[in-house]
């Protein structure tokens, strides 16, 4: 059974930035896209940005330019990093695969942008 584990977040100050990671495991990660999703409070989990085993990248509207999603396919790990954070991003961050079934969700990790 494939292993999400998120690590990563925190509480920052607008403007801030934090930089997420999710460890991989039991599975051959550098076959599979991955993503990083969040769901706030009262809202629905949304796709946030998204990377193909061979680097291409993808982001909501409201990522583009702010957030860059990266991975190490030698550490079964991907990252996605955060600047100029807003509020509006403050959620709880799940990482996953987009592509087929989702894996058993991990327990994801908080980011709280507050002044």
């Known amino acids: 059974q494939v292993q999400l584990v998120e690590s990563g977040g925190g509480l920052v100050h607008p403007g801030g930035s934090l930089r997420l990671s999710c460890e991989v495991s039991r599975t051959i990660f550098s076959i599979y896209t991955m993503a990083w999703y969040r769901q706030a409070p009262g809202k629905q989990r949304e796709l946030v940005a998204s990377?193909?085993?061979?680097?291409?990248?993808g982001y909501v509207d409201t990522a583009k330019g702010r957030f860059a999603i990266s991975r190490d396919n030698a550490k079964n790990t991907v990252y996605l990093q955060m600047n100029s954070l807003i509020p509006e991003d403050t959620a709880v961050y799940y990482c996953?695969?987009?592509?087929?079934?989702?894996?058993?969700w991990g327990q994801g990790t908080q980011v709280t942008v507050s002044s």
């Open positions: 990377i193909t085993g061979k680097g291409s990248t």
């Open positions: 996953n695969t987009p592509l087929g079934n989702p894996w058993a």
